[in-house]
């Protein structure tokens, strides 16, 4: 399977824990996007890489959470001193600009649920 | 404020009956507007991209189509394995191409 994989897929842990996800692209899309999405909305943007480069941070994204993209590969968000209003899904998409294209697909994993308690 | 709405909320259809899911907004330029489809507890599967008003594009039983102010997913003699979240997003030109979504319109179909 050439999808987007994100691991883990569900992640338990405490209020004031850090946590980790990882997200890996399809292998040839150069951006990278995460989404958080909670029960009954549509996912919102959080930040966007093209190649290894941050190109955009949503006012969602706090100073709890950073986002790397090393290599311009596999992606990683962290969560510092989570709190309760974290608990949602968080989606990786990956998407490739063709050279003149009018824009491009993005393609999502199957996200990362967490859960703080 | 760039915005997506998606009505109805809710849809309850029976099996073979046919029904449209609107997708209304209000964007600053549109690049592309987007459907997708979301199972429970999984990620968003993409469906069809749309870039102009007149455009229409079909697969299987699902047909969309784009005005210069909403777009309608029609579901044509639906099964219940059409039963799903079903999400309308667009992408704004000047922006990094990250996309706005709607809530969603969550389909069952009963047989």
């Known amino acids: 399977d050439t999808g987007v994989s994100q691991n883990p897929r569900h992640k338990i842990t405490k209020r004031g824990q850090n946590v980790t996800f990882r997200c890996d692209p399809i292998?040839?899309?150069?951006?990278l996007y995460w989404y958080r999405q909670t029960l009954g909305q549509g996912p919102e943007f959080l930040t966007y890489f093209q190649n290894e480069a941050q190109l955009e941070k949503s006012r969602l994204l706090s100073d709890r959470f950073s986002a790397e993209r090393p290599k311009g590969s596999f992606s990683t968000l962290e969560i510092q001193r989570t709190e309760q209003g974290d608990s949602a899904m968080y989606l990786c998409?990956?998407?490739?600009?063709?050279?003149?294209?009018?824009?491009?697909?993005?393609?999502f994993g199957p996200g990362t649920r967490l859960t703080v308690l | 404020e760039d915005q997506v709405t998606q009505s109805p909320e809710a849809l309850r259809l029976q099996e073979g009956e046919s029904s449209s899911l609107n997708c209304s907004y209000t964007v600053s330029g549109l690049r592309g507007l987007f459907w997708y489809r979301q199972d429970p507890g999984k990620g968003p599967e993409f469906l069809f991209t749309l870039y102009s008003a007149g455009e229409e594009k079909e697969k299987e039983r699902l047909k969309a189509t784009l005005t210069k102010k909403e777009s309608f997913l029609h579901i044509t003699a639906p099964k219940p394995e059409d039963s799903a979240t079903y999400l309308c997003?667009?992408?704004?030109?000047?922006?990094?191409?990250?996309?706005?979504f709607g809530k969603g319109t969550k389909l069952s179909v009963k047989p």
């Open positions: 292998s040839e899309h150069n951006r």
């Open positions: 998409a990956s998407s490739s600009r063709t050279s003149g294209g009018l824009t491009d697909t993005q393609y």
């Open positions: 997003a667009v992408q704004v030109g000047g922006s990094q191409g990250n996309l706005i």
